[in-house]
Structures are given as structure tokens and as C-alpha cells.
């Protein structure tokens, strides 16, 4: 069996080393190369071309979000740039979580994790499927949980799907369409968790019109459903 082929970008010295030795001894992974910020770490994986790459959050120049950003945008225009992206971070807070899986990142990983699971992630993320680390898989869950309206699990607007990368035109489609300040409050109440009908409670309003709000909110950030919309809200500032 092939070894996997990985690029680290990692800032911390003795963190980067040390990942790249223990991969290496394993046998089953070989380090095309590492990487101590952002900038360095697209050039090598636009270089190498390598199955997985694994990033920190925090780096000195751009974050593992913009660089994973880049990235999607990148394979956009190049198909044999296939590079799954594996976060390797200390880093837990939600909005962290969320942004990561909305750029398009395929697994989530703390640094804390053993070898041995390290291991396990990177051959499921680089079979194609998702690896969460269980500290952290609730954050996700949560989020998944609360798209759903308590009234209907037949509601369209109900429906839970993968978190894909924000489009490039994002940012253009928030400024060219933005959001009223009725669909901010009520964007802000998604993104806390709440069904239409607790929405419709909060800001006194009836159901029906917590709906023609939601619907419009979709429209405007380009979102499938309510997961899509939370998570771009997050990582473009309208939510905090």
C-alpha cells in the first residue's frame, strides 16, 4: 500500500518537527515537506500537490481558515490539486469549529490527539470522509441540532446539510443584497440555535413571517439551509 502523502504547516518549531518524525515513523505517511506560515504552506501544497495537508489555525501570517480558503479557490481552477485539508489545532472555541468546516476544511483535530488516532484521521481524510475530534464534535452537532425546527423535520428550511466553503462571490453578494435589520435579529436567533417558532416568540412576530424572513435570509447569503446560513454568518462578521 502507497504511503500517504502529507505537507504540515505549522509555526511552532518543535510542534512541526516533532508531528513530522512521528509521521514519518509510522510508516504509513511520508511528509513531502512543512511549512511555518500560511503563505509558504499554499506554495507547498501547490508544489508537492500532496493527499492531505495539516494546518494549524493560528499562523503568523494568514490562518489556517484563509489558507484553507485559498485552497477550495485554488481546485476550483485546478483539478489535479485534490489536497484534503486536516486542522491540527488547539484551538476550540465554536466560531473556530464552524469557520473551519465553512472554508471547506474536511476534518478537525486537536493537538492533544494520540499518534495513533492522528493516524486514523488522516487515512479517513484522505479516503474523503470527515474526521472530528470528539472533544470538539458537539460543537458541530449542536449546530446540526438546532437547524432543525421543532415543529417539522419536513420543513425544506429544517433540512441539515455538509457545511461547504463560503463562494468568492460571498462577500460581493452580502454587500450588492444585504440583510434588513429584521433579518439580522432573526439571523441572530438562528445562529443561537432557535426554532422558527421560539424566533416568533422572541421578536413577536407569527410563524409564518419567521418563515418569509428565513427564506429571504437563504436568498441573500447564498445558503442551502439554516447550518449554511449560522456558519457564514459567523465568518463574515455578521453574527458575533
Known sequence: MSKIKVVIIEDHDLSRVGLTAALQHSGAVEVLGSA???RQGLEMIQQYKPDVAILDIGLPDIDGIEVTLQLKQAQAEDESLETKVLMLTANTSDDAVLA???????SYSLK???VEDL???IQL???GNAWIDPNIARIVLQQAKASQTKES????EAETTVIQAADPEYQTIIETEPLTDRELEVLELIVA???NAT???KLYISVGTVKTHVRSILNKLCADDRTQAAVRALRSGLVS
Open 112 to 114: 492533544e490527539v494520540s
Open 153 to 156: 423535520t419536513s420543513d425544506p
Open 36 to 38: 511555518p506560515n500560511g
Open 125 to 127: 481524510t484522505h479516503e
Open 199 to 201: 424566533i416568533a416568540d
Open 119 to 121: 493516524l486514523t484521521a
Open 193 to 195: 440555535g432557535c426554532s
Open 100 to 106: 473551519a468546516f465553512a472554508a471547506g476544511a474536511d
